[in-house]
Nanobody, 124 residues
């Protein structure tokens, strides 16, 4: 599975961006697609995930209510709509794929396939 993330850029605080993660190669309804981010000098952290087959979603507390994850099965693409962006959302965002259980979706060690990141910069 190959993943391509896109959609990052520079935005002012309070603004919005939509990230895309397109998968190619073998895909499965058992896949869970997650978004992670890594800010300068910090560890990578879980942002959100979606179950490809059923569409259930999960969010970190830091983005809940501001970010929305969704998918377009026909395009093999997962989106991360980011609203009300804050300077602390500045990071490199990556998408990844796992087949782990629901309770482990936040754990980056469970993810097998990773795409290259896309940089999101939120200015104050």
């Amino acid at each position: 599975v190959q993943l391509q993330a896109s959609g990052g850029g520079l935005v002012q605080a309070g603004g919005s961006l939509r990230l895309s993660c397109t998968a190619s190669g073998r895909t499965s309804s058992n896949f869970r697609v997650g978004w992670f981010r890594q800010a300068p000098g910090k560890e990578r952290e879980f942002v959100s995930a979606i179950i490809w087959g059923g569409g259930s979603t999960r969010y970190s507390d830091s983005v809940k209510g501001r970010f929305t994850i969704s998918k377009n099965s026909a395009l093999n693409t997962v989106y991360l709509q980011m609203n009300s962006l804050k300077p602390e959302d500045t990071a490199v965002y990556c998408c990844a794929v796992t087949q782990t259980i629901w309770s482990q979706l936040h754990d980056e060690r469970q993810y097998t396939y990773w795409g290259h990141g896309t940089l999101v910069t939120v200015s104050s």
